[in-house]
């Protein structure tokens, strides 16, 4: 390693550098400047976006959106719609624009040429061309000016394997362009040629994640397998054309799969001596110096240099967003100042390590640009192993400068239309105006003191600070901030090999304890029974998964018996006991979530992220209910002078919880502790095939130290026992999960008055849904593409809240069917122990043969889009699309309970709204749209008790989206919410006169 130079040499050098730099860029006016003098309406826009926070954001919200509108008269009107919001303050011109009658007039279709043709001149600034002549002449200026460039083919999301082979297909063609072009291009000492070397003179930029639809960190094997086998297509024949390849890296969840990927394919023999491939460093992440000290070390052991980009990171508001939601630790840096200064700290380490890698420093910050340079001049880095590097349209001036003054300098060129090119040009316009931005700073004319200054952390300890020698301090990861309310469980992040590993090892484990006998538990015991019925696997049926014991009309009654028993005491526990056992119950879950989740993933056939996000559900149904029992255990007073009021609670009674399959462990815990801790003894009655998550729940209860008789684990066969425990006297709620038709029954027997019974029962029940996607002209459609494709064949459309119909209207309807159906055509199906598989088998025979009638049905009623075909061995459905689906068809109003799913066309959003609303269920429903007043009509009257916009319509968080829905979709409160608890309640008003012999205490007085 070169010997380092001391930290003050560095500094002064880098203030001494970055004041020529400055002085030199603003020599004849900075380009804000001159874009300031000719104020064009491009121009404006960001101007005002600088100015007002709120028109910033819903300006760039505009933007993001124009490319789906389709008419003037749609634009002006979105237009109008997004400015008008009530967090905007308009510049009187902007003003003065939007004041049109009507869309539809002139005014209005002047104001919709004006904004487009000026975010098209905007869009150009940032995008080197939208076809490969306009790149050329982009590119043969940037030679001229005597700088590098690489280019970066814009493109929709990549959600089909047909637009990811495109890509591929796309990449080779623009290499064999450009290496054409570059025949006739004369050789620029600066860029082309170092330390003797001749240099590529073409340079391209891929993502690693769009070679492979489904490309998933938790399927690492497949995943590596897709991808690599379309990267040696394009390294090969990048080879034969003598162009350069560099790897981008986007966002966090997959960097660590990228970078093994890479390394293990660039150390065989065919690539290793390959010094014209390069991956990216983000700095902007906790783990990016070892990230960056891993991959010097790796190139030292493949003893041929390799390309490091590093930059600052361009997902930030997305990385923080993502880790909140997920309540994982953030792996970015909340304080620029302290990414700057880990930018700093890997740029030195890096050259420090020229040997081995070549550094490209991204960055538009004059200051980590002249830090990088003080750097390579004090250690005499050779000019092969360095370069700088610069976005198209954000640091021209900087890169001519660096140019000019003999630095080799290379320019980032996206290329591409518009559409695809938007979310790129939303990012280079948030980073252009955000207040931190080096670029706006130097616009707004800060002193050079000010910009050039060293960065200096907000937070103490926000970054570990280094003096002198570049080391391989780590870094802590910042855990999510809690922005209030409750504190949710984290699901596995399986970006983390470790977390591969324990879930892998969870199933191996639990595959061997397959074939166990479970027993009921009545009052403390496990006791024998005469019936047993075995639970097999939905994979493969002929593997018995556990055999369970199922309980007599006679043990039944001994259950219930025991109850009643059990219930004075257990009422007057304290809530907070009963609460802790709750807690303590979570925290056994939390320490068995991997095992626990395998039990899932064999008994109902659940991929492994489903079920590890439902353990996180049981767990936060634990300690949510734990909390609301304990706050409405404080009970409301309503004093007044003399007379003291209060409203309390109190537990009804014997609770029957009749639990689904589809959610065995999340709904069967949930409905079993909201009545454990408001106090009522619990008998559970499990789906049969979802037996042996229930033993595992009452282990769970049991080991947490419930009280014998207050939980009761008692399997049996429904139209039995089920009934039996529905219509006993003793009975005082019954919360049921399941069909329509079986919640319908349990609720009319419920109502019957029985010989005996001296209360009305309380059923709470959630029956199902016919729940509808709605996708608008102004859709994102590749967010709407991906969502209805998880919503709808995720678990295989076994939900409650699964999509079963998409409402699109017609001017996307085909755009819209062709990638649904392509991006369906992608999807794995297989067992649901293997990590690649996103399509899972369906319960058991009875579901496969119901679903397979209903998709008879559906032929003769629509359009077969796509069926695909499906495994033998075990439950599979293969995923079904039917296209011009009837409202009124019997596959758009029955409950299928599949992975069928039916697609009408509308003509407009109020039809849609209408088609949506048109069945006999409320449960869940989505949309589809960047319309405002569309979003503001859903939220009005689309009817359904769960609406998720522009996400996917599952996966429902406790607090954060209480589930539940009306009409014939169910009856009671929202599961996971602030009445839940309520149900399983009675309330009770105490009124004292405490005025004796006229005296009363008047609190305040003397």
């Given at each position: ?12 050098k880098?203030?001494?550098?970055a004041?020529?730099?400055?002085t030199?860029?603003?020599e004849?006016g900075s380009?804000?400047s001159?874009?300031?003098d ?5 121009d ?6 600088m100015?007002?926070?709120g ?6 919200r ?13 634009i002006?009107?979105h ?7 009530e967090s ?12 049109f ?13 004006t904004?487009s043709?000026?975010v ?9 061309g939208?076809n ?9 200026r940037l ?25 591929l ?6 290499m064999e362009?450009?290496a054409?072009?570059?025949?006739s ?8 040629e170092?330390n003797?070397?001749q ?5 391209v ?5 769009a070679f492979?639809?489904?490309f998933?960190p ?9 991808v ?16 350069a390849v ?25 690539f290793?001596q390959?010094t014209d491939?390069?991956?990216?460093v983000q ?16 190139a ?7 390309n490091?980009?590093?930059?600052k ?15 994982w630790d953030?792996?970015?840096y ?23 890698v ?10 980590s640009?002249?830090r990088a340079?003080?750097?390579?001049e ?6 092969r192993?360095?370069?700088m ?10 890169a ?6 003999g630095?080799?300098?290379?320019v980032y060129c996206?290329?591409?239309?518009l ?10 316009l948030l980073?252009?105006?955000?207040n ?13 003191e ?5 960065p200096?952390?907000?937070q103490?300890g926000e970054i570990?600070e280094?003096?002198g020698?570049?080391?391989e ?9 809690i922005?209030?309310?409750f504190?949710?469980?984290a699901?596995?992040d399986y970006?983390?090999?470790?977390a591969?590993?324990i ?10 304890q397959?074939?166990?006998?479970y027993?009921p538990l ?8 005469e019936?047993?019925v075995n639970?097999?696997n939905?994979?493969?049926?002929n593997?018995?998964v556990?055999?369970?014991g199922?309980?007599?009309v006679?043990q039944?009654?001994t259950?219930?018996?025991?109850a009643?028993k059990a219930?004075?005491?257990w ?7 009963r609460a ?13 979530r991997a095992e626990?989740?395998?039990w899932v993933?064999f008994?109902?056939?659940?991929a492994?992220k489903?079920?590890d996000a ?6 936060d149904?634990?300690?949510y ?7 409405l255990?404080?009970g409301?007073?309503?004093d ?19 639990s ?8 069967a ?11 009522n003894?619990?008998l559970?009655?499990?789906?049969e ?6 033993a ?7 080991e ?17 026992v ?7 006297p003793?009975?005082?709620i ?9 919640g ?10 029985r010989s005996g019974?001296?209360?009305l029962?309380r059923?709470i029940?959630?029956?199902?849904g ?9 859709a ?13 064949f ?5 939900k409650?809240?699964?999509?079963s119909?998409v ?8 755009s819209f069917?062709?990638?649904?159906v ?10 649901s122990e ?5 399509v899972?088998?369906?319960i ?5 043969s119901?679903i ?12 077969v ?11 599979f459905?293969g995923p ?11 596959i758009a ?8 799913v039916?697609?009408i ?7 849609g709204?209408e088609v ?14 960047r ?12 009817e ?9 319509t ?13 009409k014939?979709s169910?009856?009671?409160f ?12 009675e309330?009770?008003t ?17």
């Open positions: 390693m070169v010997a380092q130079a001391n930290q003050d040499i560095y500094e002064a880098t203030q001494e550098i004041r020529q730099l400055l030199a860029q603003k004849g380009i804000f001159s874009l300031r000719r104020m064009r309406w491009d404006k826009i960001l101007a005002w976006a100015s007002n926070p028109l910033r954001v819903q300006l760039f505009f933007i993001d959106t124009l490319p789906a509108l389709q008419s003037k008269p749609e002006a009107r237009l109008q719609e997004y400015l008008s919001d905007v303050e308009l510049p009187s011109a902007l003003k003065g624009m939007l004041n009658a009507s869309p539809e007039s002139p005014p209005g279709q002047i104001t919709a040429t904004v043709k000026a098209e001149t905007l869009a150009q600034k940032y995008i080197s939208e490969i002549k306009q790149a050329l002449k982009t590119i043969e030679r001229k000016d005597k700088m590098a460039f690489t280019v970066d083919l814009l493109g929709e999301a990549v959600i089909t394997e047909i637009e990811a082979q495109a890509y297909e796309s990449y080779l063609k623009l362009q450009l054409e072009a570059a025949k291009w004369k050789t620029v000492t600066l860029i082309d170092a003797g070397e240099l590529p003179k073409v340079q930029s891929v993502k690693l994640t492979y639809s489904q998933d938790l399927d690492e094997q497949g995943s590596e397998e897709q690599t086998s379309r990267i040696r297509t394009l390294l090969n024949r990048a080879q034969e054309l003598g162009v560099h790897f981008d890296m986007e966002q966090y969840i997959y960097k660590d799969i990228t970078f093994k990927i890479l390394k293990k394919l660039l150390m065989e023999d065919e290793r390959r491939i390069g991956m990216t700095a902007y992440l906790h783990d990016s110096k070892e990230d960056a000290q891993d991959l010097i070390n790796w030292k052991e493949r003893g041929y240099p390799i490091i980009r590093l930059v990171g361009a997902y930030w508001d997305q990385e923080t967003i993502k880790a909140t939601q997920k309540h953030i792996p970015v909340n304080d620029k100042a302290a990414t700057d200064i880990n930018f700093e700290f890997i740029t030195q380490l890096l050259l420090e390590n020229h040997q081995y070549y550094a490209a420093i991204g960055s538009h910050n004059i200051r640009l002249s340079i003080a750097i390579a004090s250690l005499n880095v050779p000019p192993s360095f370069e590097q610069v976005l198209y349209g954000m640091g021209d001036k900087i001519a400068t660096l140019a000019d003054k630095y080799r300098t290379r996206p290329y591409g239309k559409l695809p090119g938007m979310a790129y040009l939303i990012r280079r980073e252009n105006t955000a931190s931005s080096f670029l706006r700073q130097n616009m707004e004319d800060r002193p050079p000010e910009l050039l200054a060293p200096v952390p907000k103490k570990r280094s003096n020698k570049a080391n301090n780590g870094n802590s990861s910042v855990a999510a901030p922005t209030g309310g504190p949710g469980a699901d596995t970006a983390k090999e470790e591969r590993n879930a892998q090892n969870a199933i191996t484990t639990v595959r061997q397959l074939g166990k006998t027993l009545i009052n403390g015991e496990y006791v024998n029974t019936n047993f639970s097999l939905p994979s493969n049926y593997e018995v556990g055999k369970i199922l309980i007599s006679d039944a009654e259950a219930i018996q025991a009643k219930f004075p005491g009422r007057k526990t304290p809530v907070k006991e802790g056992i709750l807690r303590k119950a979570a925290d056994l879950m939390e320490q068995r626990l989740a395998a993933v008994e109902v056939g659940k492994l489903e079920a439902e353990v996180s559900e049981a767990i149904f634990c300690r209910y734990a909390d609301e029992m304990e706050r255990d404080r409301y007073n309503y007044i002078s003399g007379e003291t009021n209060r409203c309390v609670y109190q537990p009804r009674g014997i609770a029957v919880v009749i689904p399959w589809n959610y065995p462990i999340a709904i815990t949930g409905m079993t502790v909201a009545a454990l801790v408001t106090g003894c619990t559970l009655k499990p789906a095939t979802s037996s042996v998550i229930a595992k729940i009452a282990e769970v209860l049991v947490a130290g419930i009280p014998q008789g207050v939980f009761q684990y008692v399997p049996g066969k429904g139209s039995v089920g009934s039996y425990l529905v219509n006993h003793e009975t005082h019954i919360a049921f999960t399941g069909s329509q038709e079986v319908c029954r349990i609720y009319a027997d419920a109502a019957i008055l019974q001296k209360h029962k059923v029940a959630e029956m199902g016919k729940n509808a996607v709605i996708v608008d002209e102004s994102d459609l590749d967010q709407a593409v991906d969502g209805i494709v998880m919503s709808a995720g678990y295989s459309g076994q409650c809240s699964a999509c119909r409402v699109v209207l017609e001017s996307v309807y085909d069917l062709e990638r649904f392509e991006a369906t055509k992608s999807l794995n199906i297989g067992k293997l990590p690649s598989t996103q899972v088998p369906v058991d025979a009875t579901a496969q119901r397979r009638e209903y998709i008879v049905k559906g032929k003769a009623e629509a359009r889009a796509l069926e695909m075909s499906a495994p033998e061995g075990g439950y459905v079904v699309i039917f296209a011009d689906v009837t409202p009124d068809a019997v109003q029955e409950e299928i309970f599949g992975p069928v039916a697609v066309k509308v003509k407009d959003f109020q039809q709204l949506a609303n048109n069945t006999n269920y409320a449960l869940t429903g989505g949309l589809y749209s319309t405002p007043s569309h979003i503001e009509q859903a939220e009005e009257d689309f359904v008790g769960n609406l998720y916009i522009n996400r996917n599952t996966g429902a968080i406790v607090s954060r989206q209480p589930f539940g829905g009306f014939l169910g009856v009671g929202k599961a996971g919410g602030p009445d839940y608890l309520l149900q399983f309640l309330p009770r105490i009124t004292e006169n405490i005025q004796r012999q006229g005296f009363a205490p008047i609190e305040g007085a003397d």
